[in-house]
């Protein structure tokens, strides 16, 4: 909230029991005391001491503190601007003597004026700046902030306010708050916030580091499973081979649809060209399939225990990265459910029915003589 420099002026007093309770700092507007387009006579817009009048800033900011505000929430404002007046008598320009183009600095009121010829110029030059933020830091006042910091062309103001107060944090905007802290409290700040990211960044690369001996515990578990029960299948069936999953990807170049020959209760199957040139069928075991690796490896040895002229004959397996599939012996004349109820399946059931009645009436005969 922005206030006057006084608490009470004209017979106007600010509420300042309420103000302490409801703000979180008042920003005192400690300039503009002095303005030529309301006076005709020159003046300090923005003088720290007046020994002649209370209009300055010590006599208010030490009203407010007599009245009950703390100066841990008062912020003195400060002007990167001036006034200039024409002066009627060019050889009457009060607070100085007589004086050609020169900027002079006067300590009794900390204030700066400029006097060419007519023309009589009031503002805070660097000299200024320097004894308000040293003010400021004297009586315990929250912060200090400027009007406006866009008047400082070249930096001169804000460096002044930097090299006298370094530990301070300014902050200069139209209306904008600086806040000085104790170096302790500063302090406190700087380290939880150095804490708080170094115990992020610990907690991050632990995470990380705990999903990558996972990942690589995972893979060693799955190499360590599969070599066993790889050999568990070689030292039961010597005439078995093991297939790496990469020889199965190109044999069946990476089991793409046209290589697909059927699907069922187990899982796809593909069609294969081996590096040597044999045909092979490659019985898949679905994701969704529920059955495990025992369960997988009694298949194989059973599967492999029953080599006959008329069954498909067992090449091997592959039990890399969690895949599981069998590699068959490809044969391109298609399975039996296909002749029974695939292209001659009219001609099967045609003939069955030509034939119902005689194979009714030997039953008859045959019952009848058993009889």
């Known amino acids: 909230m922005g206030v006057r420099y006084s608490p009470s002026l004209q017979s106007v007093s600010y509420p300042i029991d309420s103000m302490k309770r409801n703000l979180d700092w008042a920003h005192v507007v400690a300039y503009d005391y002095h303005m030529p387009s309301r006076e005709n006579f020159t003046g300090n817009h923005a003088a720290l001491y007046n020994p002649s009048s209370n209009i300055s800033i010590d006599f208010g900011i030490r009203e407010w503190l007599s009245g009950g505000y703390p100066a841990s929430k008062l912020v003195l404002g400060m002007p990167y601007h001036g006034y200039a007046w024409k002066l009627v008598n060019p050889t009457d320009n009060s607070i100085g003597a007589p004086a050609s183009a020169r900027s002079v600095y006067n300590s009794t009121y900390v204030v700066n004026y400029f006097v060419a010829g007519s023309t009589w110029i009031n503002f805070d030059d660097v000299e200024t700046v320097r004894a308000k933020i040293s003010y400021a830091k004297e009586k315990g006042l929250l912060g200090y902030n400027v009007y406006q910091v866009s008047n400082d062309d070249n930096w001169a103001l804000s460096l002044a306010v930097l090299i006298t107060n370094s530990h301070n944090m300014f902050m200069s905007s139209a209306g904008g708050v600086n806040l000085k802290r104790p170096k302790s409290r500063i302090l406190i700040i700087i380290l939880t916030t150095i804490a708080a990211v170094i115990i992020l960044l610990g907690l991050a690369f632990y995470f990380t580091r705990i999903r990558i001996l996972k990942s690589k515990s995972k893979g060693t578990k799955l190499k360590v499973n599969n070599a066993a029960a790889a050999g568990d299948f070689d030292n039961n069936n010597p005439d078995m081979i093991v297939y790496s ?105 045609a003939w069955i029915s030509i034939n119902k009645k005689r194979f009714e009436c030997d039953l008859v005969l045959y019952c009848i003589t058993i009889s």
Do not use: W
């Open 245 to 349: 999953l990469a020889d199965i990807e190109k044999a069946t170049d990476q089991f793409i649809s046209e290589n697909k020959l059927r699907e069922g209760g187990f899982g796809p199957v593909y069609k294969g060209v081996l590096p040597g040139g044999q045909e092979i069928a490659v019985k898949k075991l679905s994701k969704s399939s529920t059955q495990g690796c025992d369960e997988f490896k009694n298949e194989v040895m059973l599967t492999a225990k029953l080599q006959h002229l008329n069954l498909v004959k067992v090449l091997g397996f592959c039990i890399d990265r969690e895949e599981k599939m069998l590699i068959y012996e490809y044969m391109p004349n298609k399975s039996l459910d296909y002749y029974l109820f695939g292209q001659h399946s009219a001609s099967f059931y």
